[in-house]
Each structure stands twice: as structure tokens, then as C-alpha cells.
């Protein structure tokens, strides 16, 4: 049996036609790589708007069968990428057990299962699994180089996220206890709790308006903490903009690892930064 074990700096073992493929499919350095992408994720939204179009009654009644023509074609041409994906790299079963390669296996199986389930009575279960087709969309995802930057800067920012929505949550259960002491259930803040639910519907500038302070001390905390919001509103956009910026200063290549599916190599990486292979 053939040793599937990959090596650091092992070059890899794709060559011909898989090697081309995958380079089209994976990646978008190169024009045909890009013209894949534009025209995938093209489909992918023609496809979604087939699905939220066949959920229209009207439109159903009067267009069905184009619809369904249309998406057995979408489902074809993605079941023909599904299997170039798998064709394309050194070990399948990695990619077809990634995030990815299940979304992408959800794409396809609605339509088909839809085939092999008879009787009326099952006409309902048909439709539950033809909603799973929304889950294309998640597909556009990776398609996006921008992506990778955005996800990185947000990873980064998580702690300090963290840090600052616990400050918030500090904020509006004392806001709201003192609402609470100041206003009291003849004003409609008759629990600790629902005064907290206002100091959060009011710290986040939305003002529903079901809960207003009736009196004057109060209506100057609800001044300060609708102040409050608008400057809290920018806190988690600096965040994750600073480290936007610091990602953004070292650009990622669209180059995906042909042994393990690894992305977010740096411009000048040689070796792939999980498995050690050859890019």
C-alpha cells in the first residue's frame, strides 16, 4: 500500500492535470484562478436565489419547473467541482472532512435525497432538506481573500472584545439597579432585571420606548447612559480596525497546501505552516 505520510519539505506529488486543477481550483493567484472564483461564486448566488424563489408560492405555482431544471444543473455542475476537488489533492479524505468539504457535500445531497424518498407524506421531510441548500452561501466565504484578513484581526481582538463587553455588562447591571432605586415599579421599573433590560436597550442606542423614567433624576441617568452608547459604539470598531491594519501588513497568498488544504501562507513561504510540505 502506498505510504500517504507527508513529510516536511517533501515536494508534492501532484502533477499533470491534478496539479493544473487544483491551482485553478484552490487557488486565485494566477487569471484562471480568479475567473474560477468570479464564476463560482456567481453561481452560488444565482443558487441561492433559486432557493428563496422556489419558497414563493406564487412564483412556485407559475415557475416550478424551470426552478427545479435550474437546480438540478446547479447541483451537477457542483457535484463536478465537489469531485475535481477530491480528484485534485494528495489526501481526500482530509478535505472532505474539513469545514469546506462538508459545506460543500451539504451543497449537493439535498437534491439528490429528494430523489429517493417517495410518498406524499414525505413531502415535508423534502422540503426540510431542501433548506440545507441555503448552506451554500457558506461557501462564498472562502472565496474571499479579504476573509482571511478580517477572521485573523478578529481572533486577535477577541480578548480585548472580551474584556470590553464584560465593562458593558458591569455598566448596565448597575445602571439598571440604580434605575431601579430611582424610578421604582410606579414607573414600569418594578425588578432589577427588567431596569437592566432597559440600561441595555438604551446603552445600545435602540430605545423601544416600552419603559421611559418618569422622573427627573432619572431621565438625567437616561441622558448620560444614551451618551454613553454613542461612545461605546466605537470601542469594539477601533478594536478590531487596529488590528486590521496590523494584518493587513502582511499580506496572505491564495496558495492552499495541496497535501493537508493549509491557506493563509505568508507572500514568501516556501513550505506549507501546518504539515512542513512543499508549496
Known amino acids: 500500500m502506498t505510504d500517504q505520510t507527508v513529510h516536511p519539505g517533501e515536494p508534492s506529488r501532484l502533477h499533470g492535470w491534478r496539479a493544473k486543477v487544483h491551482e485553478v481550483i484552490f487557488e486565485a493567484d494566477t487569471p484562471a484562478g480568479k475567473a474560477f472564483d468570479i464564476l463560482l461564486i456567481v453561481t452560488i448566488l444565482f443558487s441561492v436565489v433559486i432557493v428563496s424563489l422556489e419558497s414563493v408560492p406564487e412564483i412556485r405555482a407559475q415557475y416550478g419547473p424551470q426552478l427545479r431544471a435550474a437546480e438540478w444543473v446547479i447541483t451537477i455542475l457542483f457535484t463536478i467541482e465537489y469531485i475535481l476537488r477530491l480528484l485534485c489533492v494528495e489526501r481526500p479524505s482530509v478535505y472532505a472532512t474539513s469545514f469546506f468539504g462538508i459545506v460543500d457535500l451539504l451543497a449537493i445531497l439535498p437534491t439528490y435525497i429528494s430523489v429517493l424518498i417517495p410518498g406524499a407524506q414525505a413531502l415535508t421531510v423534502v422540503r426540510v432538506l431542501r433548506l440545507l441548500r ?96 454613542y461612545g461605546i459604539i466605537a470601542v469594539p470598531t477601533g478594536i478590531v480596525t487596529r488590528e486590521l491594519v496590523r494584518e493587513d501588513r502582511g499580506r496572505f497568498t491564495t496558495r492552499v497546501c495541496r497535501s493537508c488544504n493549509a491557506e493563509g501562507h505568508d507572500s514568501d513561504a516556501g513550505y506549507c505552516r501546518a504539515c512542513g510540505s512543499s508549496l
Not at 156 to 168: E, H, M, R, T
Not at 215 to 227: E, H, N, P, Q
Request: a positive charge; proline letters at 3%; one cysteine or more.
Open 134 to 229: 441555503i448552506f451554500r452561501v457558506l461557501k462564498l466565504v472562502q472565496y474571499v481573500s479579504e476573509a482571511r484578513t478580517l477572521s485573523a484581526a478578529m481572533r486577535a481582538s477577541s480578548k480585548k472584545i472580551f474584556v470590553f463587553l464584560f465593562a458593558v455588562v458591569i455598566i448596565v447591571v448597575i445602571v439598571g439597579s440604580l434605575m431601579y432605586l430611582v424610578e421604582g415599579p410606579a414607573n414600569g421599573f418594578d425588578s432589577i432585571p427588567r431596569s437592566i433590560y432597559w440600561a441595555v436597550v438604551t446603552l445600545t442606542t435602540v430605545g423601544y420606548g416600552d419603559i421611559a423614567p418618569g422622573t427627573s433624576l432619572g431621565r438625567f441617568i437616561a441622558v448620560c447612559v444614551m451618551i454613553l452608547g
